[in-house]
């Protein structure tokens, strides 16, 4: 069965602002601290303000584990300062996490598969191996995820990417970042379409200083 590697760095937004956007948060650039600003706000502020902002955490995977089965998630609204202080307070003092359902990507993998069976045979390597995954319909979608979460779980040595994925929802831009103060990525629709709902994606152990970031910059208030 054929199957397409998910398509990353793709123009997103942020081309609009910076000429060179995979560069612009280098440690070693001198307006690296305004770049990020700019950036914050223009895929952050107007979503946070409209109440169309979301806190996506993620957790579970260890020690080079997986299985979409063991990640799990909270989402929680984000749409104002007293939200980011309740959930810096929360965090901070959690000691362990309540067990969420494994939702993100188990469940909607299970029923992309299930759905291609219909028409075709899905061998246990598909099943297992993520890079597989877009050999059926909608797996693509699930494998660009996929490795986002992995990132933001295991890390990443490029600062920056621009990912643009088409999902249930239509055509995502997927705004990646792993920085000294923080590694966390931004889900929002494309420039071009109407407003509508973007997530911040972040591992457990980035929600204090994620936050404590949008704190410095301003981006609530």
């Known amino acids: 069965m054929n199957y397409t590697e998910a398509k990353e760095h793709a123009e997103g937004r942020l081309h609009q602002i910076f000429a060179m956007p995979y560069e612009a948060f280098n440690n070693d650039v001198p307006e690296r601290n305004l770049h990020l600003r700019l950036a914050l706000e223009a895929l952050l502020a107007a979503p946070l303000r409209q109440g169309r902002l979301s806190l996506q955490v993620i957790y579970g995977w260890e020690n080079g584990a997986f299985d979409p089965a063991d990640l799990h998630h909270h989402e929680h609204p984000l749409c104002s300062a007293d939200d980011v202080a309740g959930l810096q307070a929360r965090y901070r003092e959690a000691q362990d996490m309540p067990a969420a359902p494994a939702t993100l990507m188990a469940e909607p993998l299970e029923k992309a598969i299930a759905d291609a069976e219909r028409t075709v045979a899905i061998d ?28 933001l779980t295991y890390g990443e040595d490029d600062a920056y990417r621009s990912i ?19 590694e966390f990525a931004v889900v929002t629709p494309q420039q071009d379409t109407e407003a509508g709902e973007v997530t911040l994606v972040l591992h457990l152990s980035q929600v204090e200083p994620v936050l404590a970031l949008l704190r410095s910059y301003d981006i609530v208030a």
């Open 124 to 151: 246990d390597e598909t099943r297992r191996i993520p890079a597989r995954w877009p050999a059926f319909p909608r797996g693509l979608s699930l494998y660009t995820f996929f490795k986002v979460y992995h990132r």
């Open 164 to 182: 643009r994925c088409q999902t249930a929802d239509g055509m995502r831009e997927i705004h990646e970042f792993h920085l000294e103060e923080g």
